[in-house]
């Protein structure tokens, strides 16, 4: 079993109802697999996937429910999904994909995603990326085709 924490999920009144039914708790989410819980939960396959990785990603320190959900909207599903990939790439691809530029914590967490993907080092938090990213946007920069916009003006 996976580390449990207090996992939030926005579930719908008949996806709360088919987990009391199956005495199914938030935390105990990641013992079924994505097809066990669309018949548990009498939903779609795509959504049971999705309920599936927003438990997952939220087992990575300091993530909640709402950086969840950004990797999800970037088409990951699992942790596992993040272990070839780097904190700046999913930067370049969430910000390329929003339309606008995001805030520089951001990266932080994405960076926090990829190094737990590999290491599965529970100590460490977003914030103990800063001074990497600072030193790699510092030597590269952003992709010439960043987003002009920034979130607070989104």
């Not at 959900?69 to 999904?81: A, M, P, R």
Request: some cysteine.
């Amino acid at each position: 079993m996976k580390s449990s924490r207090n996992i939030q999920l926005e579930l719908s009144d008949s996806e709360r109802k088919s987990m009391r039914a199956h005495k199914v708790k938030k935390s105990e989410i990641l013992n079924y697999a994505s097809d066990e819980l669309e018949l548990l939960l009498g939903v779609s396959e795509s959504r049971a996937k999705e309920i599936h990785a927003l438990a997952d990603f939220q087992q990575i320190p300091s993530v909640g429910i709402q950086f969840a959900k950004d990797l999800v909207f970037l088409g990951y599903y699992s942790i596992e999904d993040l272990k070839r990939k780097n904190g700046a790439e999913l930067t370049n691809d969430y910000e390329k994909k929003k339309g606008f530029r995001t805030d520089p914590c951001v990266e932080d967490q994405f960076r926090l995603a990829a190094d737990f993907a590999v290491n599965r080092d529970y100590a460490k938090s977003w914030w103990d990326f800063t001074s990497e990213r600072k030193k790699y946007r510092s030597k590269h920069g952003y992709p010439l085709d960043r987003p002009k916009l920034n979130w607070t003006e989104s």
